[in-house]
């Protein structure tokens, strides 16, 4: 396994530098293939969708596929660390999750795949928009996936709070399936001095997220959670003599399986539609953000840990998913595979902390994590 630790490190610190958001990451995928056609030439690149694309390692002869994905968007979050060299030089944008990590890791893949397999092939998968929940859909979806379709799929978060180098995993639900919505009341602007000429959205608004904490109480078990969370609110203008005749609310709605995500939205928007009659308005919905359940297989289960145990590194099974989301989600509901967790350290700061900063120690367990998948997937 052959790969040049400095070059990535140097890799690394390029993309932290150079963060782009969610749907804007041209020079990143740009700057990634780049690097791949010097260092690490595929036998084709596969373009998908938005900056998305595919490198393709073909080996010896045909065979099983194997795929691993990274993301390649960062975060609208400021970089706070004024003290670190390769600081993001935008403001406003940083990479605050670690996809800068995961980006270097899967090129020091890329590098350890100069001796192609014997049998099968290897395609790594640079994903756009993960942030948003839509890069891995697009993906699938996209005309020119269907000739890499993978007979596995594996990918890889880091995790502060976990031992570094550390292995975390398990099987069903690893991360959460998330919806993001507005609720959008539309009424009558009035006179505040006269309120009952006009329809506002004040009270609407208000008795709706009260029903959300009641709509969450009868889904969050001790066993089973279940979150609905008013997350912003927008209604009316700073003027004393003006009641609002429109407003909207936002709500990220989340659990372990997405038949219960959906089924509190359909409780919310029934109470919200209740509530627009109540009070003479009418009601519109909009999905913003939509994370599938990220699920493992008993079998990708099995093989990330054998990885790690062929790795000498600590298996941390776990026995309650991850609240938050993760698109990886969209690839493991079409195909067999798995996402696990590498430890980022017990002591650093949470993913999208503006002082996040991935450790690059986590490459080289990276590199092998993912190279001793290839080789199990392939046997």
């Known amino acids: 396994m052959k790969f040049h630790l400095n070059q990535l490190i140097e890799l690394r610190h390029w993309l932290h ?17 780049q690097f791949l056609t010097d260092y690490a030439a595929p036998d084709a690149f596969v373009p998908l969708a938005g900056a998305g694309f595919a490198a393709v390692y073909d080996g010896v002869k045909p065979g099983k596929t194997v795929m691993l994905r990274t993301e390649l968007d960062a975060l609208p979050i400021h ?18 999750c670690g996809h800068d990590g995961h ?75 998330v919806k993001y919505a507005a609720v959008k009341f539309s009424g009558k602007e009035a006179h505040s001095a006269q309120p009952e000429t006009g329809a506002s959205p004040s009270f609407a608004m208000a008795e709706l997220t009260l029903a959300a904490r009641e709509i969450q109480a009868r889904y969050d078990k001790p066993d089973a959670y279940a979150l609905i969370v008013p997350i912003y609110t927008g209604m009316g203008v700073q003027s004393s003599g003006v009641c609002p005749g429109s407003g909207e609310v936002h709500y990220t709605v989340r659990a372990a399986e997405g038949s219960v995500v959906e089924a509190m939205w359909t409780e919310l928007t029934t109470a919200a539609e209740r509530l627009a009659n109540t009070y003479g308005l009418t009601v ?42 993760e698109d990886f989600g969209e690839i493991t509901q079409r195909y067999e595979g798995g996402m696990f967790g590498l430890g980022a350290g017990e002591n650093q700061p949470d993913l999208h902390n503006p002082d996040y900063d991935f450790p ?19 046997d």
């Open 360 to 378: 690059d120690d986590l490459i080289v367990p990276g590199i092998t994590m993912f190279s001793n998948l290839i080789r199990l997937a392939l």
């Open 79 to 96: 970089e706070v660390n004024q003290d670190l060299p390769y600081r993001s030089v935008y403001d406003g944008v940083g990479h605050k």
């Open 103 to 177: 980006m270097t890791i899967m090129a020091g893949v890329a590098q350890t795949l100069a001796k192609r397999p014997d049998e099968g092939r290897v395609v790594l998968l640079f994903q756009p928009d993960e942030e948003t929940g839509t890069g891995a859909r697009t993906c699938c979806l996209h005309p020119d996936f269907e000739a890499i379709r993978p007979d596995f799929a594996f990918a890889l978060h880091n995790l502060p709070g976990f031992l570094k180098g550390a292995v975390v995993c398990k099987t069903g639900t690893f991360a959460s399936a």
């Open 284 to 325: 519109t919905f909009e999905t913003r953000e939509e994370f599938a359940a990220n699920a493992n297989s008993q079998l990708a289960f099995d093989m990330i840990r054998s990885a790690a145990a062929n790795a000498e590194t600590e298996f941390v099974p776990i026995d309650r998913p991850f609240r938050w989301g």
């Open 17 to 33: 530098a150079h963060p782009e958001v969610s749907r804007q990451e041209v020079e990143t995928a740009k700057y990634m293939r």
